[in-house]
């Protein structure tokens, strides 16, 4: 079974599929089908990724300081000209 639809490639895609579509022989259609059904099975291969996870390490409390206060915790962290 085949659909017909329409899609819109960039210039450069076109141009690299009538390239490899020249060299190959083919038609335009037949060398798109066949790149896209590599890039799926390409795609399918691919190890799956292990999830980014972040650790959290305690940094330590320090009373002095005001946690309620953005402006405070900054001018802790990177000084008093930190604007």
Request: net charge neutral; hydrophobic share 35%.
């Amino acid at each position: 079974m085949s659909i017909r639809t329409t899609v819109t490639l960039d210039d450069d895609v076109v141009e690299r599929v009538k390239a490899e579509s020249k060299s190959r022989g083919t038609s335009f259609r037949e060398t798109l089908n066949e790149l896209i059904r590599v890039g799926l099975v390409t795609r399918a291969s691919l190890p799956a990724r292990a999830k980014f996870r972040i650790k959290p390490v305690h940094m330590g409390y320090y009373p002095e300081l005001n946690y309620d206060s953005t402006e405070a915790l900054l001018e802790y962290g990177e000084g008093i000209d930190h604007r």
